[in-house]
């Protein structure tokens, strides 16, 4: 009777799928049944189906519990992918090396990016390790007027190698005079188009800057990627500053940040070791101590404490994954809880198919399958909720992240997505196919102390981390808005600086 049933019941599966064959997904599934190779796959897919169709509720649960979680996930791994790639596009990143200082104070060691405004020159000219130099002040804002037009820009005085050492691509000019002379000046695509109309007609004209000086038009650059750390519209020549400037005349100035490559096999360590006591040799009251840091590693981990690296943004990257994984975990255990909830009604479908020769191994298949089936379709509708609100993810993160499907998003989205089903798959399976036939087909269907505690204590975890994530957002949000309103003391409306 047990095999019939199971016969007549297959056939009449097999019968649905030949009587609907409007829809895309059931032709694909049915393209999958009626293809004899691997009748295995037909009948996990077939029952899988059924068992979807069947139980619409729990599905759609399932379905809105990992979609919302793998949504969250492709965010925030789009999110950590973008900080990681910060300063990773310049082409001597391994020979990249922004000039540091360790100041001695009794109360313990400052560590700044501010060098004095003579290193950079002076270290390319006496240090033969070092290939190209530039100083870099920090940026100002400036008003840019050309004939009746009138914008705003912000910009870096800097050095003649800056072009060399950076991999910013200059659209008209050459790298090795845009900023040779003191009076030139070096704007972005989008400021000449703004100005000019065109890059093309930006080169050799006359620029007014803040009312005053005049300077010209010796090259335009690209528009800055946004995974570069530092966002300017214009470049000036240093020299002009220096020249200006006294006090960046001396050793004992201390504002603006040295940029240097390596020559090639050249050792950091062994060039931070001899350039050191670089600043007290030519100032005896000096108390800097200089040393060379990885450029592209100076963004996620840049923060020092008492001369010693103590981390920086590369925290809220590992605080955000570690949210991700939560709630992924979040996801997963609701769809085991689901699962584990309806057991019974799989009870005596594990039982009829024991009786008749399945064996343990089959059925976890099974209910893996139906498993990675859940998750698919999770994947995909998880999919259309990141690109509908990663627009307002990047109002929140200040990004311009946008959901590129390539390789690698691809194969690490498929990795996270099969995992996940795997995952969420695991204990449903390996607890639906411990029934025992005789017991089961008896209705003498018992539930072990042990498997209590284990479904106890995955509600427990789940709740405890939705309470955790929950608080931590009330935590933030009224740390925001106190900052936002606390009284400062004074009106501060219309009141400028």
Aim: glycine letters at 6%; proline letters at 3%; one cysteine or more.
């Amino acid at each position: 009777m047990g095999v019939s049933s199971i016969t007549q019941s297959e056939t009449t599966g097999c019968n649905y799928f030949k009587t609907f064959t409007v829809s895309p997904i059931r032709a694909a599934f049915k393209e999958l049944l009626i293809n004899d190779e691997n009748p295995m796959l037909q009948h996990v897919l077939l029952l899988a189906f059924r068992n979807l169709r069947r139980h619409r509720s729990t599905f759609i649960i399932n379905l809105i519990g990992l979609s919302t979680g793998l949504a969250c996930v492709i965010l925030i791994f789009s999110w950590v992918q973008d900080e990681l790639q910060i300063d990773r596009f310049h082409e001597n990143e391994d020979r990249l090396y922004q000039v540091m200082e360790h100041q001695a104070y009794a109360e313990g060691i400052m560590t700044t990016i501010s060098t004095p405004g003579m290193l950079a020159e002076t270290l390319k000219e006496e240090i033969p390790e070092i290939d190209r130099a530039f100083t870099l002040t920090w940026p100002n804002g400036y008003t840019l007027t050309y004939e009746d037009r009138d914008i705003s820009a912000s910009g870096y005085d800097a050095g003649a190698d800056f072009f060399h050492v950076f991999s910013y691509p200059l659209l008209h000019g050459n790298p090795d005079h845009v900023l040779s002379d003191i009076n030139s000046i070096v704007i972005s695509e989008e400021v000449a188009i703004n100005l000019f109309g065109s890059a093309a007609d930006a080169v050799g004209k006359q620029i007014k800057l803040n009312q005053e000086d005049l300077h010209q038009v010796s090259g335009v650059f690209a528009n800055v990627d946004v995974q570069s750390s530092i966002q300017f519209d214009l470049l000036l020549n240093f020299e002009k500053i220096k020249q200006e400037e006294s006090w960046l005349r001396s050793w004992s100035s201390n504002g603006p940040r040295t940029v240097v490559t390596l020559v090639e096999g050249a050792d950091s360590d062994a060039v931070s070791n001899k350039i050191a006591d670089f600043v007290k040799e030519r100032n005896e009251e000096s108390n800097v101590t200089l040393f060379l840091h990885s450029y592209a590693d100076r963004y996620l981990h840049g923060r020092f404490k008492n001369g010693k690296p103590a981390g920086g943004r590369i925290e809220y990257v590992q605080l955000f994954t570690l949210i991700a994984l939560f709630i992924l975990i979040i996801a997963c255990i609701n769809f085991m809880n689901l699962s584990t909830a309806r057991a019974s009604r799989r009870a005596k479908e594990v039982g009829v198919k024991k009786t008749i020769g399945a064996n343990r191994k089959i059925l976890v298949g099974q209910f893996l399958g139906e498993s990675l089936l859940v998750t698919m379709f999770s994947a995909a509708v998880a999919l259309f909720l990141a690109w509908l609100f990663i627009p307002r993810f990047n109002l929140i993160t200040g990004k311009e992240l946008s959901l590129q499907m390539s390789s690698p998003f691809v194969l690490s989205y498929l990795a996270i997505v099969f995992v996940t089903g795997l995952l969420a798959g695991s204990y449903p399976a390996l607890y639906l196919s411990g029934f025992k036939p005789v017991s089961v087909l008896k209705g003498q269907l018992t539930t072990s102390l042990s498997e209590v505690w284990a479904r106890r204590g995955l509600v427990v975890f789940q709740f405890a981390l939705s309470v955790f994530l929950i608080v931590a957002v009330f935590v933030v949000y009224n740390q925001i808005q106190y900052v936002q309103t606390k009284n400062l003391g004074y009106e501060k409306d219309n009141l400028l600086f």
